[in-house]
C-alpha cells in the first residue's frame, strides 16, 4: 500500500489524500482481518479501513464459541444437517457444506495464529452445545469470550489497519471496482484499487436494543447495492432470545450467551413455569427463532416485558461464564443466586451481499464475507455460533480469490460523495423496532415503507450521515421482501400469514432498478415460474 496526502487535494478531484493498494478491506473484525491477512501472505497489497478502534467490531462480542466439527461423535454431514434444518428451507446446501467442511483447517490456522481454546479436564479441546445442535461441537475460549481472543489473536497478527475511516462509495466503471472512497480524520480520501472487500458486519442497529456495537449501521449492504450488487434473505433477522434486560434499556445490550442453556439453564416465566416446554423438542435448545418467538408469545400472553434464565443450579458458574457473569453483576444480579431476567434482542442478519463461498459478488472486484454476506449458509435463520465460522473460511477464501485481480490498474478521477435518501437513526430504529422486529404484519410493514420513502435525499457529508443513509436504505430493502414475503419462515414471522408455504422457499433478491429506486428484480413464487 502507497498512501500520500494531496496537498489542495489536486491529484484527484475533491479528495485530501489517496492510496493505492491491490485490495482494500472495509471493517477490522474476523472476516475482514482473515481475508488481509491471507491475502498479504500471497503478496498483495492490503489495506484494511475501520471506522471504529481495533475491538469497536462485533467479533469482538461474540460469546458462545465457533461450531466446528467435532473430530470424535460428530460428522460434516451432521454439521450440516443441523445448519440446514435451523434454516428452515432456504440454505444453500453446497455452500453450507462447503463451509462446514472448511471449519476445521480455519480454525488450526487461527489457532496458528496464536488463538487459544478452552480444554477440557482431559486436556482436549472444550466443546459445548448451543441452540440447534445435536451435539456439542462448540469450540470456546475465556468461557464465554470467544470473539475477544478470535479478535486479539488477528489484531497481534499486525496488520495495516486504517482506524476511524469510513467507507463512503465503492467505485465502479464497466468492468468493475476501480476503488473505494472514505472518510477519515485527514479529510476525504481515495483508495485506487481492483478489489474491495466489505467486511462491515450487521445491521445490528436498525433496532432500538441490538448485540450489536454502534458501528453495526448496515454500512456495507448500502455500498454493495450502490455499486450495483444484489442484497438477498434480508428480512431474516435473527433476535437473539436471551439478552440481559433492563427497564428501559436501549443501544448495545449485553448478551446472555446460548452456551449458559446449554449447559443446563433454564428459561422460565414470572410464575415459574417453562417457556419452551411442548413447543419444540430440543425445549430450550430449539432453534433460535423457535426461542425467541416462544419467549414474545409468553411475554404477550403474560403482559410483561421479559422473561428469566434460571441458572442458579449450574455448578462454577462465574468461571465458565465470566463475561455474563460480570453484565450480571453489574446491574446487580448474581446468577449464583438469582434469575437472570432476559428478553429478545437483534442480534444477527442472515441475510446480505450475494456471494458465492469465496466470497465473489456479481460484479467484478467486489467481495463480501462474514455477518454482511449472503452465502446461503445461514438461510432463514442462522445455526448458532456458525457466524465466526462462516467470517474465518470465507475471509480465508476471499483473500486467496482476490489474487485474481491483482495487476490490474485502476483510477478512480473524481471523490464524489452519495447522495442518498436519509431518515435519522432515531427514528428508522422507532420503526423497525415497532414493525420489522421478531412478528411482524402486512399493516406494520407498510407504514415503514410510506415513511421512509417520504426522506429527503442528502449528500453525506459526516460518518453520521454516510450510517443514517445506510440505514434508511436497508430498511428499505428489507421491508420491501419481509412485505413480499407474505408467509413465516425462520426468523422471518408474519402474523397475518401465519403459515410457512412452498411457494415461498425461495430467496428474495433486492437490488437498485434502473431508475435508482430498490426493486425486486423477479418476485416469482416457486411453482409458478
Ligand atoms: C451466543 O453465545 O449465544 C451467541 C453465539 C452466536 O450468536 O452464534
Known amino acids: 500500500m502507497r498512501g500520500r496526502e494531496v496537498p489542495g487535494g489536486t491529484a484527484v478531484q475533491g479528495a485530501s489524500w489517496e492510496a493505492h493498494a491491490d485490495l482494500v478491506v472495509v471493517g477490522g473484525g474476523v472476516a475482514g482481518l482473515t481475508a488481509a491477512r491471507t491475502a498479504s501472505l500471497r503478496g498483495l497489497r492490503v489495506l484494511t479501513v475501520s471506522k471504529g478502534g481495533p475491538t469497536d467490531t462485533a467479533t469482538q462480542y461474540a460469546q458462545g464459541g465457533i461450531a466446528v466439527v467435532a473430530p470424535e461423535g460428530d460428522s460434516v454431514a451432521g454439521h450440516v444437517r443441523d445448519t440446514v434444518e435451523a434454516g428452515a428451507g432456504l440454505c444453500d446446501e453446497a455452500a453450507v457444506h462447503s463451509i462446514v467442511e472448511g471449519g476445521p483447517r480455519a480454525v488450526a490456522a487461527l489457532t496458528d495464529l496464536g488463538a487459544v481454546f478452552d480444554l477440557g479436564r482431559d486436556g482436549a479441546v472444550s466443546r459445548t452445545r448451543e441452540g440447534g445442535h445435536s451435539v456439542r461441537r462448540i469450540i470456546h475460549a475465556g468461557g464465554d469470550a470467544t470473539g475477544a481472543e478470535v479478535q486479539r489473536a488477528l489484531n497481534a497478527a499486525g496488520l495495516p489497519v486504517l482506524f476511524g475511516a469510513a467507507a463512503a462509495r465503492v467505485v465502479t466503471d464497466a468492468a468493475g471496482v476501480t476503488g473505494l472512497i472514505v472518510l477519515s480524520d485527514k479529510g476525504v480520501g481515495v483508495i485506487h484499487a481492483p478489489a474491495v472487500l466489505l467486511a462491515t458486519g450487521g445491521l445490528g442497529q436498525l433496532y432500538s436494543c441490538s448485540t450489536n456495537p454502534s458501528g453495526a449501521t448496515a454500512d456495507g449492504i448500502a455500498l454493495a447495492l450502490g455499486a450495483g450488487a444484489a442484497v438477498a434473505d434480508l428480512e431474516f433477522v435473527q433476535f437473539h432470545p436471551t439478552v440481559l434486560f433492563a427497564a ?282
Open 248 to 529: 428501559g434499556g436501549v443501544g448495545r445490550r449485553p448478551l446472555v450467551s446460548e452456551a449458559v442453556r446449554g449447559e443446563g439453564a433454564r428459561l422460565v416465566d414470572a410464575e415459574g413455569n417453562s417457556v419452551t416446554d411442548g413447543v419444540h423438542p430440543r425445549g430450550d435448545l430449539a432453534p433460535r427463532d423457535v426461542v425467541s418467538r416462544a419467549i414474545a408469545d409468553r411475554i404477550n400472553r403474560l403482559g410483561t416485558d421479559h422473561v428469566y434464565l434460571d441458572a442458579r443450579h449450574l455448578i462454577g458458574f462465574a468461571e465458565r461464564f465470566p463475561t455474563v457473569t460480570a453484565s450480571c453483576l453489574e446491574v446487580g444480579i448474581d446468577p449464583a443466586h438469582q434469575l437472570i431476567p432476559v428478553a429478545p434482542a437483534a442480534h444477527y442478519s442472515c441475510g446480505g451481499v450475494v456471494t458465492d463461498v469465496h466470497g465473489r459478488t456479481a460484479v467484478p472486484g467486489l467481495y463480501a464475507a462474514g455477518e454482511v454476506a449472503r452465502t446461503g449458509l445461514h438461510g432463514a435463520n442462522r445455526l448458532a455460533s456458525n457466524s465466526l465460522l462462516e467470517g474465518l473460511v470465507v475471509g480465508e477464501r476471499v483473500g486467496a480469490a482476490a489474487t485474481e485481480r491483482a495487476g490490474l490498474r485502476t483510477e478512480v478521477t473524481a471523490a464524489e460523495f452519495p447522495a442518498a435518501s436519509r431518515t435519522g437513526r432515531a427514528r428508522v430504529q422507532a420503526l423497525m423496532t415497532a414493525h420489522g422486529s421478531v412478528v411482524r404484519t402486512g399493516g406494520g410493514l407498510a407504514a415503514v415503507a410510506a415513511e421512509l420513502a417520504q426522506a429527503p435525499t442528502l449528500t453525506s457529508a459526516t460518518v453520521a450521515d454516510l450510517e443514517d443513509a445506510a440505514l434508511t436504505e436497508t430498511a428499505t430493502a428489507l421491508v420491501l421482501a419481509a412485505s413480499a414475503r407474505t408467509e413465516s419462515r425462520g426468523c422471518h414471522t408474519r402474523s397475518d400469514h401465519p403459515e410457512r408455504t412452498e411457494a415461498w422457499r425461495r430467496s428474495i433478491e433486492v437490488r437498485r432498478g434502473a431508475s435508482g429506486a430498490l426493486e425486486i428484480p423477479d418476485l416469482t413464487p416457486i411453482g409458478a415460474r
